[in-house]
C-alpha cells in the first residue's frame, strides 16, 4: 500500500514511469490505497485521477477526462459494492455459526471465549488466514 497523501491534505502521487497496462485497474488500486488513509475524502478520487491522467494520457480532451472518470467511478463503485457483498455474506456466515448465546467456535472446530487473550492468541490466526468464506461454500 502506498501512502498517497505524504503530510499533505490531499493526494499527491508519486506514479512509476512504467505504467500498468490498464488505466482503470491504476486508478482503482490508487482509490483503495487513498480510502485507508483517514484524510480520504470523495473529492481527493477526482484530484488523484487528474495527475494520473495528465501523466498516463495528458492528450486527453476535457470532455473525454470526464468521461474517462465516469466509467472509472461506476466500475469502482461497481467494485466496492461487490467487496462489502461479499463482506455482508462473509458476516453472515459467521453470525450463523456463532448463534447468539452460543459459544464461539473457531474456524478450526474449537470453542472458547475470544475475549480470553490466551485462547484469541491461539485461534485469531486461524480465522484471519482461513478466510471463512472459502470454507462455508
Ligand atoms: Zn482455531
Known amino acids: ?10 493526494p499527491v502521487l508519486d ?11 491504476e486508478m482503482d488500486a490508487i482509490a483503495d ?3 485507508a488513509n483517514p484524510l480520504h ?9 487528474r495527475q ?6 495528458p492528450y486527453l480532451t476535457p470532455a473525454q477526462f ?14 466496492v459494492e461487490a467487496a462489502g457483498a461479499a463482506e455482508l ?3 453472515d456466515a459467521l453470525r450463523r455459526r456463532n448463534p447468539p448465546g452460543g459459544p464461539f467456535v473457531c474456524v478450526c472446530g474449537e470453542a472458547g471465549d475470544p475475549s480470553d487473550p490466551a485462547w484469541a492468541a491461539i485461534h485469531q ?9 472459502k470454507l462455508v461454500k
Open 89 to 91: 455474506a462473509r458476516l
Open 125 to 133: 490466526p486461524h480465522v484471519m488466514l482461513t478466510g471463512l468464506d
Open 41 to 49: 475524502v470523495a473529492a481527493d478520487d477526482a484530484i488523484a485521477f
Open 33 to 35: 490505497d487513498l480510502r
Open 66 to 79: 470526464q468521461d474517462l472518470f465516469g466509467e472509472w467511478r461506476e466500475r469502482y463503485a461497481a467494485k
Open 1 to 10: 500500500m502506498t501512502d498517497h497523501y505524504r503530510g499533505s491534505s490531499h
Open 52 to 57: 494520473l491522467v495528465n501523466r498516463r494520457r
Open 15 to 25: 506514479l512509476p514511469d512504467d505504467p500498468p497496462s490498464d488505466l482503470l485497474a
